[in-house]
């Protein structure tokens, strides 16, 4: 088997289309459907059932589908053991959360600017569950969830740490010096928060529903940022990560009230499972699993922790 072929047919299977997988090896669609039949021809059988304008894998191609892999795995792994010390090279597509963005990453992103100049990292703004399809479609390379759930179907997870929510009010809100509070205690808090999709903001209003029996009175403020100035200015609470709010909460523009949220959630890192992932993204995920480990370690803002060269 000739390694493009191999190379075409893992990338029609992993997407199911013959015009993506073109358009993403930046081949002609006839050329694509030409390498498929050498190959099936080679082997003797049919890889994928033609149905009208979808295409499915038969089971000689699921059977194909993860020998491919290791094979162009292991061409990779060859390539750069023969490469050496080359600089790591390459653009990662990441599908991540304005959150992490803004409070966990900048001192990893700093570091690749620094010390790896030829990789380039193209950020997407997306949230769960669209994040966790593009992955599985081969869109994203890598991506950062912020889940209650640490299995999903068809990708492979790492948990990097768990990640603590704080209910938060101004200073001046009538809750700010509050001894304690249970949830019914928050049925008529005008509450602020981000766009729905958002994992924290959705659990925090479905358990308010649950317990209260009510649609709890949601302000939509779309951002972090705008929602801690709402919050800071008196306009509700809002359930916010702990890490975008230490800067705040040291200072005094912001009180951390004392509810506890009844779930817990992960940030993680994630990609498509069986997918190769090239050297320099190991390298990514590798100084991902490093700073955040240090960011923990040393309890400090990770948006203000320097780059160390």
Not at 138 to 149: S, T
Not at 190 to 214: A, K, M, S
Not at 265 to 292: C, M, N, S, Y
């Amino acid at each position: 088997m000739e390694l493009r072929l191999v190379v075409t047919f893992e990338k029609v299977a992993t997407v199911l289309s013959f015009t993506q997988a073109a358009a993403e090896l930046k081949y002609a669609q006839s050329s694509v459907t030409s390498q498929i039949r050498s190959l099936e021809t080679s082997l003797g059988t049919e890889l994928f059932d033609r149905l009208g304008s979808r295409i499915r894998l038969t089971e000689a191609g699921e059977r194909l589908l993860p020998y491919a892999r290791r094979i162009i795995e292991l061409s990779d792994e060859a390539r750069a053991a023969v490469a050496g010390a080359e600089e790591p090279a390459g653009t990662i597509n990441i599908g991540t959360m304005e959150s992490l963005t803004s409070y966990r990453l900048p001192a990893l992103l700093e570091l690749f600017h620094h010390r790896y100049p030829q990789v380039k990292l193209s950020l997407r703004p997306t949230l769960g569950d669209e994040t966790r399809q593009a992955l599985r479609q081969g869109v994203y390379d890598i991506g950062f969830l912020m889940e209650r759930e640490t299995v999903h179907a068809g990708l492979q997870t790492e948990v990097l740490t768990a990640e603590p929510l704080v209910l938060v009010c101004g200073p001046t809100h009538a809750l700010a010096g509050a001894a304690k509070l249970a949830t019914v205690d928050l049925a008529q808090v005008q509450l602020v928060g981000t766009e729905p999709g958002c994992p924290y903001r959705d659990l925090f209003e479905d358990e308010l529903r649950e317990r209260n029996g009510v649609p709890p009175p949601f302000t939509e403020f779309g951002t972090i940022e705008a929602t801690k100035r709402g919050v800071a200015g008196g306009l509700g609470v809002a359930l916010l990560p702990r890490m975008a709010v230490r800067q705040e909460l040291a200072a005094g523009t912001l009180v951390a009230l004392p509810w506890e949220p009844p779930f817990q959630l992960h940030t993680q890192v994630a990609w498509r499972e069986g997918k190769r992932l090239p050297r320099h993204v190991r390298l990514f995920i590798d100084e991902t699993r490093r700073l955040v480990r240090e960011q923990e370690s040393a309890k400090q803002p990770p948006s203000g922790a320097p780059w160390r060269g």
